[in-house]
């Protein structure tokens, strides 16, 4: 099985690093992790974004499967990039499994980005934008069609020390995937 | 043709209106809009969340095309529930249109967001998180699937007053939309 390995893991300094550490993570499980960051893309060219897509949209053809970290990104939600791919992998009928590093329900982390109050019985933020209060650890979207396609996003407990590096959730997302990978495998003959 | 109107409209305190504003314009045009709150949803049952995705489900299956507001949502990028229909729609191989209201590119908006500095040749966030810098108006991977599978990225010249409630770039992905639907259309005969 191969699992296209999406997050914001592409933009830490480590990001290499850490998709190395996610390759072999699933390596060690029987299946193969497709990281972005190995397409090969020449930053200095005038086209280097559309490479960059096309390499993630051949690389997401090529996959069974996703893991999406959707560890919150520059504010209370996921990362949009890796949101339009699990969106994207779900469209084209794949297995779609995702985990976020922070254990908070959505609503309490817009309380802790801006000023959130009541209004009419609901919550909602400055500019008077409904704030989704289902208790879910992100847009129900997402976290729905993880629920229906895939499995539900896996979330610590607590918050690890180092949420752009702990993969104790990733690594439980891959064991689930090289779970499905080995029911699927016909069994061995004699 | 029938056009998933997709966006963090339906957050705002007359997400409702709103709704019928864009359904109407559609009307207009030719087109059926289909606006994500016009779906049954028992707010007060324990399922809500669930019921709302399957509607959304449901509503983009039936549709044609999506129409995506990108306008920035709670930081510096699109609404991830939004986004993540964007690419479902573009998975299930369908005409995908977006606007955003905010005319800036991505790389200015993180800056207006938080403390950036360049790093070994590299814009970077206070985090250390690499900033997509390529002079576009959000993530790559919406920005070129709009590019490669529907239209580019509608955005004013200037942002509007009232960048929650003008439909100017709304209607420009709407007149695109239902020129694409008059192309597919049989000629009349006789």
Known sequence: MKIYLAGPDVFLP???????????????LGITGLYPLDNMVDLAARDAS????????????????????LTPFRGPGADPGTVYELGYMLGRGK??????????????????????????GRLVDALGLT????GLGDNLMMIHALDLHGCALVRPRQAP?????DLTAFEACARMAAGRAAAARPPASG
């Open 14 to 28: 480590d990001a290499a690093a850490v998709g190395r550490r996610k390759v072999e993570l699933c390596a060690r």
């Open 50 to 69: 559309l490479q960059i897509f096309r390499g993630n949209e051949a690389m997401m053809e090529a996959a069974d499967a996703i893991i999406a970290n």
């Open 95 to 120: 297995l779609c499994l995702g985990y976020s590093n922070d254990p908070a329900p959505y609503a309490q982390r817009v309380r802790d980005f801006t000023a959130v109050h009541s209004r009419d």
């Open 131 to 134: 704030v989704e209060d289902f």
């Open 161 to 165: 020390a180092d949420p752009w590096h």
